[in-house]
Structure formats: structure tokens, C-alpha cells
Nanobody, 125 residues
């Protein structure tokens, strides 16, 4: 049973930085990749960033380029999302997701096999 557990969220102030973690258990991922999505109140869940397990290629939504950094630790089966200069519009539930096979269309929710439960990030102005 694969489980993804997010951590590192919370209430922060505008301008702060934050690092979210997503630890995978139940399977060691060597192919495929991981993605981060977020869902703000009343909005659709949107793609934020993704990373391949093999090679480490990264992909970002245009809206977060330059402030968000995705990284991975293969030995720990963990993916991170570093967020700099948080803004109130970053307030959302952040989800990590995993795909265990060919990693294409990483921006689409539909390609991911596993999802975490989500973690709240609230940015106060």
C-alpha cells in the first residue's frame, strides 16, 4: 500500500519561506515522478511543480517559476517543495502526487497514481 504524507505546512506571513515535504512509503520509486498541486478555496486543483525520480528533471507552472523549487531525495523517497516569498494568493491546500511509470503530461492530475491527503498553507498579509 503506497502512502504519501505531506508535512511542513501551516500559517505564515507574507514574505516568509516554507518547505513542504512529501514522504512516500510502501514502494521505492525509481521511475516515474512526483508532482505538487494546490487547491485554493473555490478553485480547481492546479499543477504547481513536478520532478522525475530518474535524472531529476523539473517542471513548473508559469505562475510559480522563480519562487518555487522542487527537489527530491531518492534515498529517503521524499520530495520537497521550497516556497520563497510567500504571498496571500499562495494560500491553498497543497497535495503531492506520485506516478510510478512513464512520466509524461506531469501537469495533469489524471496521470498520477497516488495522492497525499493534502496539507494547508495559509499566508497572512
Amino acid at each position: 500500500q503506497v502512502q504519501l504524507v505531506e508535512s511542513g505546512g501551516g500559517l505564515v506571513q507574507a514574505g516568509d519561506s516554507l518547505r513542504l515535504s512529501c514522504a512516500a512509503s510502501g514502494r521505492t520509486f525509481t521511475t516515474g515522478g512526483m508532482g505538487w498541486f494546490r487547491q485554493a478555496p473555490g478553485k480547481e486543483r492546479e499543477f504547481v511543480a513536478a520532478i522525475r525520480w530518474s535524472g531529476g528533471s523539473t517542471y513548473y507552472a508559469d505562475s510559480v517559476k522563480g519562487r518555487f523549487t522542487i527537489s527530491r531525495d531518492n534515498a529517503k523517497n521524499t520530495v520537497y517543495l521550497q516556497i520563497a516569498s510567500l504571498q496571500p494568493e499562495d494560500t491553498a491546500v497543497y497535495y503531492c502526487a506520485a506516478r510510478s511509470s512513464l512520466f509524461v503530461n506531469w501537469y495533469s492530475r489524471n496521470v498520477y497514481d497516488y495522492w497525499g491527503q493534502g496539507i494547508q498553507v495559509t499566508v497572512s498579509s
